[in-house]
């Protein structure tokens, strides 16, 4: 069974670096499938981010494509999600999930249970 | 505001169905059938019911099913047991290489 869980700290400051790490359990990525990042904001929807290949191949959402890095680490079978020039609109629970099929996902087999991250002073 | 719309809420009693809908535009869900739905149970991780509009996972009860006509697709849950109680999502691939969401729906038993 597939498990994924986010690390990384609750607060981040207005104009910093969001940092989130995925640990996968059940499965070596280095194997193959993309590895995604959703987030929901309080009183919103669910917006996918974007998607890492096993490969470090990269796929982003356009509207946050200039300030979203992903990568993968396969030694430790986790990637990595960095947002930058964060703000309060950025305050979301921020899920990894495995997209299948594309990068943006015709589904989403497996997320983990979300890390909420707040962006204030 | 989300890209594909759901009712906030619906509900039923035990052992009724209920159906939810997910209304998008010919750019996503009218234009492919790749519509998924998700349980969630806040603070668990959320759960794929659905995918392709109307393939189940395996380990997915039967009581679930899902249908598209045009640009609105819907999750259709039969029999209803106090455990399908969950906020449920819907989300479509769309014609700009991007994944769309529902806003959600919460399901009350009654």
């Known amino acids: 069974q597939v498990q994924l869980q986010e690390s990384g700290p609750g607060l981040v400051k207005p104009s910093e670096t969001l940092s989130l790490t995925c640990a996968v359990s059940?499965?070596?990525?280095?194997?193959?499938?993309?590895w995604g990042w959703i987030r929901q904001s309080p009183g919103k929807g669910l917006e996918w981010i974007g998607s890492?290949?096993?490969?470090?191949?990269?796929y982003y959402n356009p509207s946050l494509r200039s300030r979203v890095t992903m990568s993968v680490d396969t030694s430790n079978n986790q990637f990595s999600l960095k947002m930058s020039s964060v703000t309060a609109a950025d305050t979301a629970v921020y899920y990894c999930?495995?997209?299948?099929?594309?990068?943006?996902?015709?589904?989403?087999?497996?997320w983990g249970q979300g890390t909420l991250v707040t962006v204030s002073s | 505001q989300s890209a594909l719309t759901q009712p906030a809420s619906v509900s039923g009693s035990p052992g009724q169905s209920v159906t939810i809908s997910c209304t998008g535009t010919s750019s996503d869900v009218g234009g492919y059938n790749y519509v998924s739905w998700y349980q969630h149970h806040p603070g668990k991780a959320p759960k794929l019911m659905i995918y392709d509009v109307s393939e189940r996972p395996s380990g997915v009860s039967n009581r679930f099913s899902g249908s598209k006509s045009g640009n609105t697709a819907s999750l259709t849950i039969s029999g209803l047991q106090a455990e399908d109680e969950a906020d449920y999502y819907c989300?479509?691939?769309?014609?700009?290489?991007?994944?769309?969401f529902g806003g959600g729906t919460k399901l009350t038993v009654l």
């Open positions: 989300s479509s691939y769309t014609r700009s290489t991007t994944s769309v």
């Open positions: 890492v290949y096993h490969n470090g191949n990269t």
């Open positions: 999930a495995r997209p299948r099929i594309e990068a943006a996902g015709h589904y989403f087999d497996y």
């Open positions: 059940g499965y070596s990525i280095s194997s193959g499938y993309y």
